[in-house]
């Protein structure tokens, strides 16, 4: 009996801890997504990590609703805008969380539109490789109509734009104007 006891409690202590590892496992791939998609702006030399910026949040994203989606997405967009214009704060503190709050709500918006898209049928992606390039580009379109929309929206905020990150990568910079 004791011995039974001692085994249910090692297994619920196994749980906690995988329970643990998985509430932490969405913040830091978030985390994670926001760092390297804010290093390109600050050091132009990194201009590559901005094309692998976003593979920890989309696996941060796998799997959620539209509305747990966007808390993530919005999460992302606030530690980007925090880390890449934290010097904005010296000028006016709320402002610049008024700011970073505005930008990320598309963000948000980008992450409650995303997950109905990529996962409505995953198992039928994995099989129809053309299907997941498809839905791939559908998603990317999002971003860039989302960005569009944050440059002219309510007198346009066209900052840290994703383009702007290559602006060390002089024979990719000259395609922007497409």
Known sequence: MTLARAGAEKNSKNVTANERMSRLKDPFLILLSSILWMLPFHFGELWLLSAVAFVPYFFALERKSPGRAAQVSFFLGILFYFMLGYWLSFVNVLGFFLLAGYLALYTALFG?????????EAGSYARDPGKSAWMAMIVASFWVILEYA?????????????????????????????
């Open 112 to 120: 409650y539109l995303v997950p109905g898209i990529l996962w409505a």
């Open 150 to 178: 944050r440059g002219w929206v309510a007198g346009g905020i066209p900052w840290a734009l994703l383009a702007y990150s290559q602006w060390k990568n002089l024979l990719f910079i000259q395609t922007a104007d497409w």
